[in-house]
């Protein structure tokens, strides 16, 4: 695999300057951030990346204010009551994303965040203690302990509340075998702790969030 040095000039070169490169970086939050949010926010936003996996985000994001209603704001302590009487009435709600499966998913992923709560004190503080060195740990334990929260959901929710994450898309997944770090998409705990050690490494030179890393990585192949 190359090293840092490498991936920083080719992006360097792509985009022509370093302003236009950090302007395309995301950002992530600190500990005491994802800790001070709460625990009604993490289910809200667990849903949402349930609910946008395999449909055009803005058609969820449209209709989320009524999900937020009818979720009774995502209250983990309220939502976890629901019900399958409840679910099906839901069905028949215009408003919503008439998805069985995935509403029934909500209650579910309410129950582990109160019970993570119970061992942590918050669902945050288990998000923001999680060491970064061992991302892929944490995708196994949502993708475990939660519900619809396999392939890249887990790692595409820690992206949408700010905790820092490589995700495997295509383009990251194309990066890494011309990295020869990788042969395939990495689904296996061996790819995914080659993987994780690339990024290690990586961040270890650079001392970027593994975030841009990812971000950069999947700027090196060519469109």
């Known amino acids: ?52 996996a395999g449909l055009k985000h803005s058609l969820v994001d449209a209709k989320w204010p009524a999900f937020e209603q009818v979720f009774f704001g995502f209250d983990p302590e309220k939502v976890v009551l629901m019900g399958a009487e409840h679910l099906e009435r839901l069905m028949h709600d215009e408003r919503l994303i008439r998805h069985l499966g995935k509403l029934k998913s909500v209650p579910r992923n309410a129950q582990f965040i109160l019970d993570v709560a119970r061992e942590k004190g918050s669902f945050g503080a288990l998000i923001a203690e999680w060491p970064v060195t061992d991302i892929v740990g944490l995708w196994k334990f949502l993708a475990k302990r939660g519900s619809q929260l396999g392939g890249l959901s887990a790692p595409r929710f820690l992206r949408m509340v700010g905790k820092d994450t490589f995700i495997p898309t295509d383009d990251m997944v194309a990066a890494l075998k011309a990295q020869e770090i990788i042969d395939k998409a990495p689904t296996s705990l061996k790819d995914l702790a080659l993987v994780q050690a690339a990024f290690n490494q990586w961040h270890q030179e650079s001392g970027r969030p593994l975030c841009q890393l990812s971000v950069m990585l999947a700027h090196t192949v060519n469109h």
């Open 1 to 52: 695999m190359r090293d840092y040095q490498w991936l920083h000039e080719y992006c360097l070169n792509r985009f022509g300057s370093g302003a236009a490169l950090e302007a395309r970086l995301p950002q992530v939050k600190s500990d005491a951030e994802l800790r001070a949010l709460s625990d009604d926010r993490y289910l809200s936003t667990i849903a949402l990346r349930v609910f946008r």
